[in-house]
């Protein structure tokens, strides 16, 4: 399966950058980051950017996906983050180099260039990827419960906490969701998209809502490109959702992400 390929991918890419970068450095600079930020708090969290009235949006900075290949991108990324950080409650960034064509660099530019919260979209397997994320300033980090153990997970998630981010756990199934029970994570996230055939239902999204306790941030990703998804979803009672694609490939994302909020 392409989730098996991606991690050992990872697993080799990480041994590079800890050649570069030590754990120890990482972690003296996600230090740093928490000093950093008790002196001068974030106007807002990514729970919180998810939490409020209405749809939240989360739009996506990615170039390529093993699914889609290279995708069309038009705008310059000053216009994206723009346009972005008008529109929508929070940025994801992939920086996964080998299957996404992401980068940590193109994560650092971003956050130059916004102060909506920011989720660092990779596969997290390793605590230095956690010490990292924060180091460069995500506000959030993507926990895929499809890749990590019950109590590997819960040590990732309480190691989030610690750093001061968000973490949105990503479910497939009802065994997943477990998982996501189990650390008592605030931010679940259903992708619709099967990773191993690479089909999209948003039914995912309507059959799964009634295993997620109702206290719990429900957030749908992947494969969501129409009206008429948004109110499909809506309909459905979701908290936020997760685009990549549509806004990738929009030339007017912030007037696509004001169309899809006021539906
Ligand atoms: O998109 C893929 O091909 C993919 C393959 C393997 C693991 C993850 C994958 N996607 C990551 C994502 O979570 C999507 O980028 C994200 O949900 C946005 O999806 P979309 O709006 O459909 O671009």
Redesign the pocket.
């Known amino acids: 399966m ?2 098996d390929k ?1 991690v050992e991918d990872k697993k080799l890419r990480l041994i590079e950058h800890k050649k570069t970068t030590s754990l120890e450095e990482v972690k003296k600079c996600s230090y740093e980051k928490l000093k950093e930020e008790k002196e001068n708090p974030k106007k807002e969290s990514f729970y919180e950017a998810m939490t409020k009235t209405g749809l939240s949006i989360i739009g ?1 900075f ?1 170039q390529a ?4 290949g290279n995708i069309k991108n038009n705008l310059s990324l000053e216009e994206r983050i723009n346009q972005y950080s008008k529109g929508v409650d929070a940025i994801s960034t992939l920086t996964e180099e080998d299957h996404f064509n992401g980068n940590i660099e193109h994560f650092k530019q971003i956050r130059q260039m916004t102060t909506i919260p920011m989720l660092r979209k990779d596969f997290m397997i390793d605590e230095y990827q956690f010490y990292e994320a924060k180091a460069i300033g995500a506000d959030a980090i993507l926990l895929i419960a499809a890749i990590l153990e019950k109590e590997e997970m819960k040590a990732f998630y309480e190691l989030t906490k610690e750093l001061k981010m968000d973490a949105l756990i990503e479910v497939h199934n009802e065994e997943e969701i477990e998982k996501a029970l189990y650390c008592d994570g605030k931010i679940i996230g259903v ?1 619709n ?1 099967d ?1 191993r055939d ?1 089909s999209i239902k948003l039914e995912t999204t309507k059959r799964l809502k009634k295993y997620i306790p109702k206290d719990k941030c429900f957030i749908s ?4 490109n129409t009206d008429k998804d948004i109110e499909f979803l809506k309909n459905i009672g979701i908290d936020g959702c ?5 806004f990738m490939e929009s030339d007017a994302p912030y007037e696509l992400s004001k169309k899809w909020k006021e539906l």
């Open positions: 392409i989730l991606i996506e990615k996906s093993p699914s889609l992708n998209r990773l690479f990703e992947s494969g969501i997760l685009i990549g694609k549509a």
